[in-house]
């Protein structure tokens, strides 16, 4: 009992002293793991609901704790609980809150749990959660995209490799790809939540539980698809963390491509887009700027993202098993990277939402740079004309155009026959910017038929989730 009181903590009968404070503040985690109240909150209520079924806590100490623990929640939620850092952890507070309430019967709470595996499951029940929610961001995002695709079904861009002009797309086509990155990153996330969903309380420290517990009944209380299968994994696994944290990159990784492109295109340069005033900022010395802000702090904040998975993955990487104190280590890098994704998802549904396209600017864009010398060669290859032989024979054309200073469709047809023969009238309808648009047909494609019908898909796999 001396010990106890010199240590102050549930582990104290082990000490003679007291926690050095310099330990005490080094190891705390209270300061930023409180976020997970609710959950351990609700972790403990399923908890001692199964005590108390399997006859290991009598009914009545049962509902006092449940009593108890709903009465500390609607204190947190106030702002009326005191968050020690002696405490350690969020599950200590409570608990040591609990006691204070309720007594002797908040001192059998933890009976038949570690927390090893207390702390496994708040980390679960709250990335379910937060799952879902980003799933529901992303979503929002591609119909801000899927919006912009149908308003501009009938405007031609250039498409670009290497950032030169290639091809000509439609702008809906252009942006339409960003949906389908976004759909990647729904069903990688749709992916880590079956992993994440597995209950790893009944685990113990590391050995399992020697008390007569039921893991399945807590499983149904918490709505958990499956039961961890082996207790040393279950309380120092934290893939279920780290592959999300993989999900969240590759999303910022696209949110960032996103992002540049909406610096570049609002650029005098490109001039393609004009920014809502309401999701740009100016400059504090010079009255004429409109910036970026928004996409700037997108593409620096995927960093943070990408640092947070290096991080987890570099804590994890020696580890013996099972439980090691490093482990503590994910909750910080993931906390922030859920906030920055849920950020940055929901700014630029508004950005995209809000971006007013500059047809003119961009259709003019799509004249310039040849971007119709493919399909001059597609047409000599309908006439017989080996691709190798007609790519050079439209190379040496726009080496003409060069030094006219003009485009493919402007030079006469004499000109065109000096080049081959194979030319005829015809040329020029082939090698129109809506022809060039239309011809490709093929699923996948940025004829404005298939583009419809992309659209069309997409929104109707939104419309199912």
Known sequence: MTAMRKSGKPWGGRFAQATDPQVEAYTASIQFDRRLYKY???????????????????????????????????????????????????????????????????????????????VALDVRLYLRDEIRQIRRLVAGLERALIAQAEAHLDLIMPGYTHLQRAQPVLLAHHLMAYVEMLERDRARLNDALARVDVLPLGSGALAGVGLPIDRRFVARELQFRALSANSLDAVSDRDFVIEPLAAFALLMAHLSRLAEEIVLWASAEFGFIELPDALATGSSMMPQKKNPDVAELTRAKTGRVFGALVALLTAVKGLPLSYNRDLQEDKEPLFDSVETVKAALSVMASLVSGLAFCRDRMQQAAREGFLNATDMADYLVRKGMPFRQAHETVGRIVRRCLAKRCRIEELSLK???????????????????????????????????????????????????
């Open 415 to 465: 000109e065109l026959r000096a080049a081959s023969p194979l030319f005829d009238r015809d040329v020029f309808a082939y090698v129109a910017l809506e022809g060039c648009i239309e011809r490709r047909k093929a699923t996948g494609g940025t004829a404005t038929g298939t583009v419809k019908k992309a659209i069309t898909a997409a929104r109707t796999r939104l419309g199912r989730r």
């Open 40 to 118: 351990d909150i609700q972790g403990s209520v399923a908890h001692a609901r199964m005590l108390a079924k399997c006859g290991l806590l009598a009914k009545a100490e049962a509902d006092k704790i449940v009593a108890g623990l709903h009465e500390i929640g609607g204190e947190i939620e106030r702002g009326e609980f005191r968050f020690d850092p002696s405490f350690e952890d969020i599950h200590m507070a409570i608990e040591s809150r609990l006691i204070e309430k309720v007594g002797e019967a908040g001192a059998k709470l933890h009976t038949g749990r570690s927390r090893n595996d207390q």
